[in-house]
């Protein structure tokens, strides 16, 4: 099947729709497998288009590839991740998405595919998280991968937190405004990401 050519970006944002998600499987090299009506809405492909394509065909060239690299390091050892990812439109607009992962295993615990959900992560988690994109990919470009993981590492380190705990305060920042004590109270008792993906 022929690749996909990734079209130049262009600085407009979809902007997505919150009580929707965007589903897709892909198999563990990456190659989609399926995609949900919203996705194909939302990137603007075709669906004959998207199933055989590798999944990176949407990853916005902003993002910096330690992300990815962790997020598959993780996922082909059955851990989830729960990854804030700026994607690519067909049209060259991007798109922020929060994503949770179902990894499927056989019998002899092998990874056999990727189920992925992805929502619209709040505002203000963008703005943050986008800021330290930044720096990581600022950092690829002059030394290397290697050496914006090493700042990544140091960057949690500093925090106490692993990535998912970092991307989990952040989103909760904003909730915390969202909600009066007495809606909090409840809304504790559960993980951000399980209200999101519930």
Known sequence: MKVLRRPEPINVEIVLDSKKTIMSKTNPKGIIEYANDYFMEICGYEEHELIGQPHNVIRHPDMPKVIFKWL??????????????????????????????????????????????????????????????????????????????????????????????YIEEICEQEEKTSYNPKELQYHKRRTVFSRMFR
Do not use: C
Not at 115 to 121: G, L, M, S
């Open 72 to 165: 598959w390091e993780h996922l082909l050892a059955k851990k989830n991740i729960h990854a804030l990812v700026k994607n690519l439109a067909k049209d060259g607009r991007y798109y922020w998405v929060i994503t949770d992962f179902d990894v499927k295993v056989d019998d002899q615990g092998e990874v056999t595919s990727l189920f992925a959900r992805r929502k619209a992560p709040p505002r203000e988690t963008i703005e943050i998280i986008d800021g330290l994109y930044q720096k990581l990919f600022s950092i690829e470009q002059a030394s290397g991968v290697t050496i914006a993981e090493k700042y990544l590492i140091g960057f949690l380190e500093e925090k106490g937190m692993t990535y998912n705990q």
